[in-house]
């Protein structure tokens, strides 16, 4: 699926840079064997992703998951507390605990301007949690 002289985590992040939201992306481009969340562990191996890192990332978002399913439907979502994450991940690529192409990534993914509503979010947190379940799928302890 990557393009000639582009890895397929390249693509996957220009594809997420097109979306204007992430509630866009379509649970059948991520969720299915070789899709989008299955390319990425692919193309960053489990042995460079830790998946101590991993867990720390998904319970971080699984808390905000559960406080955003919580709150009405229409609320705007609020950014804050997952921005606070992004410094947490710098850290951990400058520590190669995780690689730089999935935090390039995750990145795009937690992207203010594409989390707006609460429906977002879920849609980035369903995408982060499908690469976690691959990671596991194709060998990550």
């Not at 606070?84 to 992207?111: H, N, S, T």
Request: glycine fraction near 4%; charge should be positive; aromatic fraction near 8%.
């Amino acid at each position: 699926m990557a393009t000639q002289g582009k890895s397929d985590i390249d693509t996957v992040i220009e594809r997420i840079r097109s979306l204007q939201r992430m509630s866009d992306l379509r649970v059948e481009e991520f969720a299915v064997e070789d899709g989008l969340a299955d390319q990425v562990v692919k193309a960053v191996g489990t042995s460079q992703l830790k998946p101590t890192q991993l867990r720390k990332v998904f319970h971080t978002l699984k808390g905000i998951q559960q406080r955003v399913k919580q709150a009405p439907e229409p609320d705007p979502f609020n950014s804050a507390e997952l921005l606070k994450l992004m410094p947490v991940l710098a850290y951990a690529v400058g520590r190669d605990l995780i690689p730089r192409d999935f935090y390039r990534l995750l990145k795009e993914v937690f992207e203010p301007k594409r989390l707006r509503t609460n429906a977002d979010f879920l849609r980035a947190f369903d995408f982060v949690e499908a690469i976690l379940a691959y990671h596991k799928y194709r060998g990550g302890k």
